[in-house]
């Protein structure tokens, strides 16, 4: 009968032994071997079954919800998916949605065109100033939780770019000016009819943009600096560059996705479908 063995999940020096045959059992009901007698077993035929040794901190799961059924996901193929659509996402949002809505959100909150472009750079000025601190501790804490906590402050941030369009009113041409009589019309010489009058009571939330920029450029920090190092040190040597290149290229997909859509959406007016602009 072959031994069982006791080895780390992806120990480069079982790289011959099919990860689908391991048992993933709790520390204190694992049978303990020496090296010796791991490498032992594999002269004299191979290892049998893999047990991989586990305590509560390294299951897979939620706070203490990590059911036996789930921990087939503790694997370097699930986490490549995973962080591939976690960074097309986040340049669909960032460098897709964002800069195509960006035009229509100044018009529609009265923001100059210099508001409008701190909106955009408030995300690059975030990961900037977040990017050497999430790469310092984060090699020395847990980086799925920290990679986790990034994506649900990205959706914090997106929550947050959406809410001026539920909070305020529907959308009115008169509104932009205190007498719609004073709206610029065609064949009629009048200067002070035609002032450029904004109504400056939404200019405010340009810093409810601000924060969820702020947001985006924090959540998405360890995507490109812990994620990348996760797949380095979880990877075996000749695959790090695979992955990583899949990665990247799901990366530069998010933001074509984003465009294409977005542009889509600047189709639909404002308040659709409450409001049909054609009416």
Known sequence: MKPVAVVPEWAPCFDNIDSMK????????AKVETNEEIERSKLNGGVENLVIPVGEDDLYGWGRFCPWWL???????????CICWAGAIQGMIVNGFVNVVITTVEKRFSLTSAEAGLIASCYDVAAVLIVLP???FGAHAHKPQLLGMGM?????????????HF???RYSLSSLTNDSAKLCLIDVNVTSSCLNKKDL????????????????????????T???????????????SVYVAIYYTMALVGPAIG??????????YLDAPAVNPLE
């Open 167 to 169: 909070t305020t009113e």
């Open 152 to 164: 649900l402050l990205m959706g914090l941030g997106s929550f947050l770019f959406s809410l001026p």
């Open 259 to 268: 465009y294409i859509f977005g542009g889509y959406l600047l189709e639909i």
């Open 201 to 224: 009571s939404l200019n405010s939330y340009k810093y409810v943009f601000y924060l969820a920029q702020v947001l985006h450029g924090i959540g998405a920090a360890p995507l490109y």
């Open 134 to 136: 999430i790469s310092y």
């Open 22 to 29: 391991a048992v993933i059992v709790p520390k204190n009901d």
């Open 226 to 240: 812990i994620g990348v190092a996760f797949i380095d040190d979880n990877v075996r040597p000749k695959l790090v």
């Open 71 to 81: 921990q087939w996901l503790r694997s370097p193929k699930c986490f490549l998916f």
